[in-house]
Structure formats: C-alpha cells, structure tokens
C-alpha cells in the first residue's frame, strides 16, 4: 500500500466535524473507493440523517490542477439541483482531508445492476433512459457538459429512481458555441468528436446516452473490444452492430444518438419525445427486486404517459432476445458480416445448473492462491461493498418430515418447498405469489389463486406465521413499496444439512451456508465472484475473488470456503 494510501486511512476518524456548519458526522460502513477518494456513510449526529461521505486526502493533492479540478468538481456540482441528480449537501476541509457530503444512493449503480442482469427488458430501459435524460436536459439548459456519462456513474436510490453522479469531468459552456478540446471521458462510451480533437459540446453526453442505451438492451457497450486501440477504431468508423430482433423504436433512437457527425444528434429535449418514450410502456417504479432479477412485464400494465395524448396505445415487449448460434441471423450492420468475436448476450438466463459449476470455479481459484498465508490483517482495501447481495435467505425451518422447509428471504418475500419439489414464494407486499413446479412458473395475486392450491398456501401461512413469531431475522429488511407487483425473487432451488451447516442454493445461483456452531454464515455470488461473510456480531463483509486472491482471509473463512467447495460439489454432483 502507498504512503497516501495509509494516510487516507489513518486520518479518516470515526467522528468528523464540519467547522463551517458545525456539525459532527459519524464515520459508518465503508462504500467504495476511486482513483483520488475514499466513501463511506457519513450520520449527522444532530438530525440523524444519513449521507454519503467523499474524502479527498490531501496527500493527492499536492499539484496545483489536482485542487483546481477537484473544486471545479465542487463548483459544479454544487450548482445544480434536480430530482435526477446526486444531491450535493455541503462540503468542508480539515488539515488531512477534503470532504465532500452527498445523496446516498443504497441501491448502489447501474454498473452492478449491469453485472447481476447482464441485460434490461425495454421497459426497465424506458424508465431510466426518461430519467437520465430529464438530468441531462436539466445540465445542458444550465450550460453543463457532464463528459462522464456511464452505467457506474448512473446511481440508485431506494426508491430505484436514478441519480446522475460524480462531476470530475463536467465542465461548464462559457459562451454560444464554445467548443472544448480536452481529451477525456471512458472509453467505451467516448464520442468521436474528443478523440479526434475537433471540438466538442453537449453532444457527447448524447453520444454517451447511445452507448447507454445500447449496453441496457444488448449486454455490451456497442463499441466495445479487448483493446484500447481498436475500440477507438471502431468508435471513429462508427462501427457497431444492432440486433435484428432489437425493438424497431429503440433501434432507431440509438442510430440517432450514435450519429457520427455530432451536429445531427437530436437534443435531450428531442429524444424525450421520440418513438421510444412515448409509444411504449414506462413503469412508474420498478421493484427492489429488479437489481438481480427480470421483472415481470404483464399486459394489464398501464402506459406511463409522457404527454397528455391518452390515445397512444402500450407497445409490450419483453426486452428478450432469441437464442441462435449464427451471429449473422442476430447482427445487422450495413451489411456488414459481424464476424466469429462479437458475443450475444441473453436477458440473464442462468445455466442449466444454476451456477454451480462457475461457483466451483470461483472457489478453486481463491482456495489456490493458499488465501490464509497472504493474510497480514485486513485493510478497507480489501471489501467491495458494490458486490453486495441482494438475496439471501435470512430465516428458514425445517419441517421436511411433513410438509418441507419454509424460508424467508431478506426482503421479507416468504418461500415453501414443499416435499413434492414444487415452490410457491409469497412477494413482500403481502398480495403476489409465485408458483414454481417442473413444468413452468405461475404467477397469481392474493387471493385468487387456484382452488388446488389451498393446501399448500395453508402450509405457507403456518411457516409464515412460526418464523415471525419465533425466529431473529438475519439481515436488513426491505418495506414493501409500490411496483412489487413486477417483482420476481429467486426461489430455493436445493437445499440439505450436514452436521455443520444448512447449505441453500437459489435459482439466481447465489449459494449460502449457515453454520450451526459459531452461527456465521456465507453467501456466494457467482454472477458479482463475491464472497459475503455474516460473523458471529452480525457484522456483514464482502470480498471479491481478486481481492482475496490479494489480501488473502482470515484462516476460519477459508476453513469455511473449502467446505462450500464440498457442498457445491455435491450438488453438482446430485
């Protein structure tokens, strides 16, 4: 670790005061780290309101364009106001660090949602692109360039609405028609006016929202290779390919917004009122669930109205897209042929066993690297609070003598798996249900629910009522909110116990082991290749295969590891 890496760390303090505003901030869990910067949950110890907590150390500060970008940064951001935008609240300095207090977005970016769902349905789509572009016309009407448009930069609030972040980037329009010239931005989503320097203005955030747009629907940014080089190639002959069976509306708004000559780019304003995102259907709140599942797109949804035209009919699709092994019947491109690299991505359909074989191996890859012998102590470094899950199972019991194991999940949804092999999942807000047996997956809302089905809700009920009455709940929980009826939760795929632990494996191929002596528990992603380790305080932490492939782990998690691996073979197995 860097000298100025160790001082960030030994300056931060567990309370900090803000002398401008008088107020103490008590220092919570730590949220991520970037390339000058540190986050964690800032509490105001007067209102107990909770924040986002940016510190800047010093230390990495010492040129003077480091502060002028920082404050411009500050500047910027502090200026704007919008329900879209990451709220700046204040900022402040101390002899160690910079700090700056934002929005707290819990539901983490549209970088992780990208990674759990691979790819969104159009709707969901619909929904954030509206919302980014209300962000980007509120910027661009107050002469701002963000320049950094990207899923990471893309944020979620509990609400699931979106919130445009992190101004490093930005920079303000001086005068009508002033045309920047610095090279920046993220390579996969850089217009090609900024790498040939000819000048650039609000279209590449334009050229950003395509790029957007495409990597929702296809699972990939559309410009995208193993090298800098020819992804900058390809961006400057504006090469990319659009699949076939993309929506019509969504592939006409990408064509435009990836318009090589900037000036035929239509504005914020002018894409509002495309095809896209006024003849289509538009969720006014999408479920919590939706982070690391598809929602449930049904016909008896209402079109979200952007005008007040009520003649505009829904047009429902369900964003998937077909399974073929010939590119050439998925791609078009002006003809081109796409060639054997570019990779397909489906709507986030698992594997037939669930994951098992990629979670064997993510766990072959940390047990070789001997993780308890790199093991010095563990440094903030090492956790990644983005690879959270957002399921697992946090009560269950076992009463598979009879009837089969009742569970809830941590957001409150309740599950059966009944002796027969068939499921039925009671959603958190009380009225959808989801039943699953070998033939498909049903879905009814309470209480019409089939006549044959009575019995098993009857169990249902039972197991519900027990774990609430007698079981501490493992986890936070999640309210019921509205839009819940799009929700769609993993259910227990298998499940057994051992004399150490209850092992669990769920359809979204999360694994979980609860062990009965110390009462830890662990939780592996194989989409996000995180570890989650629940201690015996209840403490929550997460590492990533990299991460603990570096810093290495405590001998009893990987003593804990090695018996999951067990597992997991086991139900490859079975």
């Avoid at 969104?120 to 701002?144: G, S, W």
């Avoid at 002006?334 to 766990?363: Q, R």
Wanted: hydrophobic share 35%; charged share 25%; net charge neutral.
């Amino acid at each position: 670790m860097s000298k100025a890496k160790e001082k960030v760390q030994e300056d931060v303090k567990p309370i900090i005061y803000d002398s401008v505003n008088k107020t103490n901030y008590q220092r919570g869990s730590f949220l991520g780290k970037g390339g000058f910067a540190k986050c964690y949950e800032f509490k105001n110890l007067s209102t107990g309101e909770v924040f986002a907590g940016k510190i800047v150390s010093k230390s990495m500060l010492i040129k003077p364009h480091h502060k002028e970008k920082m404050f411009q940064e500050i500047n910027i951001h502090r200026s704007l106001s919008h329900k879209y935008i990451v709220s700046l609240h204040s900022y402040f300095q101390d002899s160690s660090n910079v700090y700056i207090i934002l929005e707290l977005c819990s539901k983490r970016s549209l970088m992780e949602m990208h990674k759990r769902r691979k790819t969104f349905t159009v709707p969901e789509a619909r929904y954030f692109m509206r919302q980014i572009l209300l962000a980007c016309k509120y910027m661009h009407d107050n002469q701002v360039i963000h320049r950094d448009l990207k899923l990471g930069n893309l944020f979620l609030n509990d609400n699931m609405e979106l919130k445009v972040g992190d101004f490093g980037l930005a920079t303000r329009i001086s005068f009508e028609g002033e045309r920047k010239k610095t090279l920046c931005g993220t390579p996969n989503y850089i217009a090609p006016e900024i790498l040939t320097k000819k000048g650039h203005s609000f279209e590449v955030d334009i050229w950003s929202l395509g790029c957007i747009l495409y990597t929702l629907l296809v699972g990939s940014p559309p410009f995208e290779t193993n090298t800098l080089k020819n992804t900058y190639s390809k961006i400057k002959k504006n090469d990319y390919f659009l699949p076939i069976s993309m929506d019509a509306a969504a592939k006409s708004l990408i064509k435009k917004l990836l318009h090589p000559d900037p000036l035929c780019r239509p504005s914020s304003e002018e894409i509002l009122m495309h095809d896209f995102l006024t003849n289509g259907y538009i969720p006014t709140r999408l479920p919590t669930s939706c982070l690391c599942m598809k929602p449930r797109i049904t016909h008896n949804m209402s079109v979200f109205e952007l005008t007040k035209n009520a003649d505009r009919k829904p047009l429902l699709e369900s964003g998937q897209l077909p399974s073929t092994d010939a590119a050439q019947d998925i791609f078009e491109e002006n003809g081109k042929d796409p060639g054997p690299t570019k990779a397909l991505l489906l709507d986030g359909a698992a594997p037939k066993d669930s994951y098992l074989s990629e979670l064997l191996a993510m766990l072959d890859s940390i047990l070789k690297c001997n993780p308890e012998a790199l093991y010095t102590g563990q440094p903030e470094d090492a956790q990644d609070p983005s690879a959270v899950p957002f399921v697992w199972i946090s009560k269950w019991v076992d009463y598979s003598d009879k009837y089969g194991i009742g569970y809830q999940l941590c957001d409150n949804s309740i599950g059966v798996f009944y002796n027969d092999s068939t499921h039925i999942v009671l959603l958190a807000d009380g009225k959808n249900l989801q039943y699953i047996d070998a033939d498909a997956e049903q879905f009814y809302t309470m209480p019409d629910y089939p006549p044959e089905l009575k019995k098993k809700m009857t169990i249902l009920n039972y197991f519900n009522t027990y774990m609430n009455e007698n079981l501490l709940k493992a986890g936070e929980s999640a309210r019921p909110r509205e839009g819940d009826e799009m929700s769609q939760v993993p259910h227990l795929r298998a499940w057994f116990r051992t004399k150490t632990a209850i092992v669990f494996h769920l359809s979204n191929g999360t694994f979980q082991a609860n062990f009965f002596q110390d009462h830890t528990k662990i939780i592996l992603c194989p989409i996000m290749s995180a570890v989650s380790y629940i201690d015996e305080e209840k403490n929550f932490s997460v590492y990533t295969v990299p991460l603990i492939e570096k810093y290495g782990c405590l001998p009893s998690l990987t003593l804990k590891l090695n018996y999951a691996r067990g597992m997991i073979d086991r139900l490859l197995k079975s």
